[in-house]
């Protein structure tokens, strides 16, 4: 088969170590493979916010010195910029109509968006001029890659397009323009932190982005269904998760719940009322992700959500808690703070904030009901026996472990109710597939992907062991550090971005 695998950026890490590896394990199977490389034609990427001529020129070194560690039978070029002048112009008063923009069949706003929410945490498209004349750039230049996608996908013919994480306007257009062609799409990902007792391992999704619901879904089935292991130890592995979880033990999530006190509740607890703790997540987080998770949203907003519940949802000897995730500490978006003013809004209503220590197991173990907008805690509730009502989109939406209202009328009928919590059976299938992530997964032969650590003149830093200059990992971490933290210094930037990063 013909292989066309595509890196925008030899900087990223793990990224690009893992296309490498890609590459020449491809080749070693027998199949024809075309590396392609960005080279430039994007001003602007994740890893060249600013757009800064000194990082681009970095990333392209990265490119010289790797590319020829690569098989010869591995045919390696550029990306070509293709050159047409125009100048794309399109209309947007809000983050609705800019989710709209597309060209060529790909969701360029999405992509966009995607990237820029990453950096500002902040769900709301606050539209001054420099913001719009920045997105107006990014629009161009996702345009003008799209463009070139096509002449390069056109060229080569492939059967199969490879590319890296796909949610970011760098990569997008090849997922957009591999499924309007109809070519078989993987997208790579990587599973563990790197770490020396936690290495990568290279992970793929096929015609599928990596938050894709119904892919997610197909996925926890399948690890179960096609595990060794007896069912008496999956139904374990399962159950490990929920309970290493609430000990704040390694699961390979995030762990938000280690500072908090067990079996602490908030002061005014009266357990002869009918308590329901909403759990909200972190906005951002679910907001790019993109188009994938929006369908699945039964508001617009999770604020919208709340004040929806708290207006509408009149129900005798109640009370709500609210507790903000722990994720939003530090985060000062009004998507974040405003959450903060709505027990001064709502007499029935106790609002826990994100860095209180107030247990969320105890919340849950206490709870008449529990109702979550997508995070784990919706599926760990339903596992410790808590009746859950999930109203947006989230990695266990189509296990149908948690109750899923069709409208808002749907979900005050199941606000009210007398609920028993569902069967918690595909809560232990979500926890072992959680647990058993790297379930089909590959460690890296051919490259190494693990990072080696130096300590220079007084300062320590990480340098990928895959990429080095002449035999060495250190000469070329300190090429890139004069250009990365030396040359941008000196060399003004193209289109700075308009906002605090907060990443």
Request: proline residues 3%.
């Amino acid at each position: 088969m013909k292989y066309l695998i595509y890196s925008s950026s030899s900087i990223a890490y793990p990224h690009f170590g893992v296309q490498l590896e890609e590459c020449e394990k491809l080749n070693a199977q027998g199949h024809s493979v075309t590396f392609a490389y960005c080279d430039g034609v994007n001003n602007t990427c994740f890893k060249n916010i600013n757009s800064n001529p000194a990082i681009c020129k970095a990333c392209q070194l990265g490119y010289k010195f790797s590319l020829t560690k690569l098989s010869p039978e591995i045919d390696c070029f550029p990306l070509k910029l293709v050159k047409n002048n125009l100048v794309h112009k399109y209309i947007y008063n809000n983050i609705e109509e800019f989710k709209k923009i597309k060209y060529k069949g790909v969701f360029v706003g999405y992509s966009i968006l995607s990237t820029y929410i990453s950096f500002t945490r902040n769900p709301d498209l606050e539209l001054d001029d420099n913001v719009r004349k920045y997105l107006n750039h990014l629009i161009n230049q996702t345009c003008t890659l799209v463009d070139s996608a096509y002449n390069l996908i056109d060229k080569v013919s492939p059967d199969v397009i490879c590319i890296f994480n796909g949610r970011f306007f760098e990569t997008k257009p090849f997922f957009d323009i591999g499924k309007s062609k109809k070519i078989e799409i993987i997208i790579n990902e990587v599973i563990g932190s790197g770490s020396e007792d936690d290495p990568f391992k290279i992970t793929n999704f096929i015609n599928s982005m990596p938050h894709d619901i119904s892919y997610l879904r197909k996925k926890v089935i399948n690890t179960w269904n096609l595990s060794k292991d007896s069912e008496e130890e999956k139904v374990k592995i399962g159950e490990s998760f929920y309970i290493n979880k609430r000990k704040s033990l390694k699961t390979g999530l995030v762990n938000y719940t280690k500072n908090q006190e067990s079996g602490k509740l908030p002061n005014k607890w009266d357990e002869t009322k009918k308590n329901i703790v909403i759990f909200n997540s972190s906005e951002d987080e679910f907001a790019s992700i993109g188009k994938e998770f929006d369908s699945y949203a039964l508001f617009n907003s999770q604020i919208e959500g709340i004040n929806f519940i708290m207006s509408n949802c009149k129900l005798n000897n109640s009370h709500f808690y609210l507790r903000i995730h722990p994720n939003l500490t530090n985060i000062n978006h009004s998507y974040h703070t405003d959450l903060l003013k709505l027990d001064k809004k709502y007499s029935n209503l106790t609002v826990i904030r994100a860095n209180d220590n107030i247990s969320t197991y105890t919340l849950i173990d206490n709870a008449w009901k529990v109702v979550v907008f997508g995070s784990t805690v919706g599926i760990e509730s339903t596992f410790w026996r808590k009746p859950s009502i999930l109203l947006a989109g989230s990695m266990y939406h189509d296990l149908n472990a948690l109750y899923k209202p069709k409208s808002e009328n749907h979900l005050l009928k199941l606000l009210k109710e007398e609920l028993t919590a569902l069967d918690n059976y595909k809560a232990i299938q979500f926890g072992f597939f959680i647990m058993n992530r790297d379930f089909g997964s590959n460690t890296s032969k051919y490259f190494d992907l693990s990072l080696k650590k130096y300590t220079f003149f007084g300062f320590e830093f990480t340098q990928p062991k895959y990429m080095s200059f002449l035999g060495s990992n250190l000469l070329i971490k300190l090429i890139h550090l004069v250009y990365i933290k030396v040359f941008t210094r000196l060399i003004k930037d193209r289109f700075r971005f308009p906002k605090k990063i907060n990443i």
